[in-house]
């Protein structure tokens, strides 16, 4: 699919949307030692968040100041094809959420911590996960993404609890759990579902908390610079 004719077309495309906050990041910046410092984890930190995105075969939208937004596009094909699509996407974006997480928490955190007068306990990456039909638009001359599948992600990424965890909204959180067993086995993946008050639904809501069995390996490897000398890599 061409993304300028969906754009052309305003044709409804099915994507998956990623939002991440990071939490408490006013405080972070206001606890930096040096500003300057604070700036350049940060810019490090986006540039392996594009990159990673980029390999698993997604686009980065934008950098919100205290997080950014991601998606993947589902490219069309005969009913018997999409399902598998449509799972394997799942799988990637699933995999990536879990991989920027952990690069965040065992890398670049202890960055911003060296450089901090003081670090809050709820310092940490949340991430908030839908999919659903959206569409491509131009705004300010810009390629960016519009639908329920954006309103969905963010509002997930507020119901995560804890600053390091994958929330995903019901369409895409029963595919996962539908999947677990089979599919995503490989990857560790396990979900439950849980009621948690939003904005919207404040007597509670459906969400899907996953979660990914032991640790994983570190995606930074050892001999891989820091935001110290260079670029972490996923």
Do not use: C
Not at 212 to 227: K, L, Y
């Amino acid at each position: 699919m061409d993304l300028l004719d969906s754009v052309i077309d305003g044709e409804p495309i099915q994507m998956f949307v990623m939002a991440a906050d990071i939490r408490e990041s006013t405080t972070l910046m206001k606890e930096a030692v040096r500003f300057e410092r604070f700036a350049l984890v940060m810019d490090k930190f986006v540039t392996s968040v594009r990159r990673g995105i980029r390999s698993s075969g997604g686009w980065f939208d934008k950098f919100t100041g205290d997080g950014f937004l991601a998606y993947w596009i589902v490219q069309p094909a005969p009913p018997d094809e999409y399902e598998e699509r449509f799972v394997q996407t799942t799988g990637d974006v699933a995999h990536t959420a879990h991989s920027l997480i952990e690069l965040f928490h065992r890398r670049v955190l202890e960055d911003f911590r060296s450089n901090s007068r003081n670090l809050s306990a709820g310092v940490g990456l949340a991430m908030g996960l839908d999919a659903g039909p959206g569409h491509l638009v131009k705004i300010a001359d810009e390629l960016t993404i519009v639908g329920s599948p954006v309103v969905g992600a963010v509002r997930m990424v507020t119901a995560a609890v804890l600053p390091q965890e994958i929330v995903a909204n019901v369409y895409l959180g029963e595919r996962l759990r539908d999947e677990q067993a089979g599919v995503y086995e490989a990857l560790g993946v396990s979900v439950s579902r849980e009621l948690r008050p939003t904005k919207e639904y404040p007597r509670g809501q459906e969400v899907y908390a996953l979660t990914f069995a032991g640790d994983g390996e570190d995606p930074v490897s050892a001999d891989e610079p820091s935001a110290e000398t260079g670029s972490p890599a996923i």
